[in-house]
Each structure stands twice: as structure tokens, then as C-alpha cells.
């Protein structure tokens, strides 16, 4: 996926990827009162690795346990909440709140495209809440820095969503806030997590812009 957007990606706009079949197409982000703020907590992602590899092996497993059940399952993309409730009794718990993590998520992805395409940013605001809490609570990729600034986060005004990003254990948050809230998020960002870690934080506003491209030589003169 990083690879994808790094050349995909294109000014104002997200970027929708079917990793199985790797179609993909832009989605406007018509975010004129509104910006993503990203949180660098400052906490380096030391479990992301060997966590990563036990969480796919949990979904893994999970996947493995409903093809039995359902014909044509080959990934966690291919059963919906439903079905994979009525197989509760085909795995445990664990591997069951991995999978319902999996499934929400891509029910979520699926959702926000429609709020940002209908610039509903309020949805889309709590869709990013409720993908953090399962990704605390189900996933269990989170950590106490990620949590604490997410927390933080949406008890500011003008502040419609957080999350952590990338692989979680460490690294950033993402915000979606109100333009006029900015100077107040910063500040209250800065002070709570100082008081909290003994750290400062680094905040960057961040914005849809074009993917790299191959830069043409400049002619030599003779």
C-alpha cells in the first residue's frame, strides 16, 4: 500500500485499492473547512514486526475455520459480520475479535468512501472512532501513547475523529478536525502529552498531494 500511493496518489484526493485485484480509483477529499492532522507520539513501533506475523496467523486461522463453513472463502474479505457471528463456535475468542476487527474494517473502508464522496465528514469522523476502538480492543495493536492522544483528541472541540495509523505499537495518530480548532488541538496535544510522557509530541497537518514522479534530466550544454 505505501508503495501504491507513493506513485498513485494525486493532489485532493484519497485513494481506494483492492489489494487482491489491485484496482483502484481516486476519491475526491472535498475537506475545504476541515484538515487531517497526524500525531507523532514519539514511541517506536519495536513489537510491529513480530506482532504483525502473529496477527495474520490469527486471521489466518480464522480464514481456515470459516471456508469450512463457507464455500468461497479465501480471505476475511469474503464473509460479512453476519457469518462470521454464526461461526463463533468453528474458533476461539481471540482469533474471532482478529477477524471481527478484519471485517468491520473493511465494512468501515467501504462506508467512508460514501461519507467523503457525499462530504458527510461527520460520519466519516466517527467511523475513524470506532476503527480505533476495535483496533485497541479487537486487534490489540494499540498502545497507551496511541490511546492517550486519541483520548485527548476527542474531548477538543471542532475535533470529528482520531486513529492511529500504520501499523499501531508506536508511530502517529491521525485527525480529522476543524480548520478553526487547529491552534487549540495543537496546544492542548502538546501540554496534556508533555505532562502525561514527558514528551513532545510533533504534529504536521497533512494534505492529498501528487505521487512521485520520473524527473526529465536537464539538457547538458556544449
Known amino acids: 500500500m505505501d508503495q501504491f500511493i507513493s506513485v498513485m ?19 475526491p477529499l472535498r475537506t ?36 469450512q463453513r463457507y464455500e468461497g472463502v479465501r480471505a476475511l474479505r ?10 463463533t463456535d468453528l474458533m476461539d475468542e481471540r482469533v474471532f475479535r482478529r477477524c471481527r476487527h478484519v471485517v468491520t474494517e473493511n465494512a468501515r473502508v467501504l462506508s467512508a468512501i460514501d461519507m467523503m464522496e457525499a462530504g458527510e465528514w461527520g460520519g466519516f469522523g466517527a467511523l475513524m472512532t470506532q476503527s480505533h476502538d476495535s483496533l485497541r480492543r479487537d486487534y ?3 498502545c497507551r501513547e496511541l490511546d492517550f492522544l486519541v483520548d485527548t483528541a476527542r474531548e477538543i472541540d471542532g475535533v470529528l ?14 485527525n480529522l478536525l476543524h ?21 513532545v509530541p510533533r504534529i504536521f497537518a497533512c494534505a492529498a498531494a501528487d505521487g512521485a514522479e520520473r524527473m526529465r534530466q536537464p539538457h547538458k550544454r556544449h
Open 32 to 67: 475545504s473547512d476541515y484538515l487531517f492532522a497526524a500525531c507523532d507520539s514519539r514511541v517506536e513501533r519495536g513489537l510491529a514486526s513480530s506482532e504483525y506475523n502473529q496477527r495474520r496467523a490469527e486471521c489466518e486461522e480464522g480464514v481456515k475455520a470459516l471456508s
Open 78 to 87: 469474503d464473509v460479512n459480520i453476519s457469518q462470521l457471528e454464526a461461526a
Open 161 to 174: 475523529g482520531a486513529r492511529l495509523t500504520g501499523a499501531g505499537f508506536g508511530g502517529s495518530t491521525i
Open 179 to 199: 480548520v478553526s480548532a487547529i491552534e487549540q488541538f495543537q496546544a492542548v496535544i502538546l501540554e496534556s502529552y508533555l505532562k502525561k510522557f514527558d514528551t
Open 9 to 27: 496518489g494525486a493532489k485532493d484526493n484519497a485513494l481506494f485499492l483492492d489489494c487482491r485485484s489491485l484496482e483502484y480509483r481516486q476519491v
Open 140 to 142: 490489540e495493536v494499540s
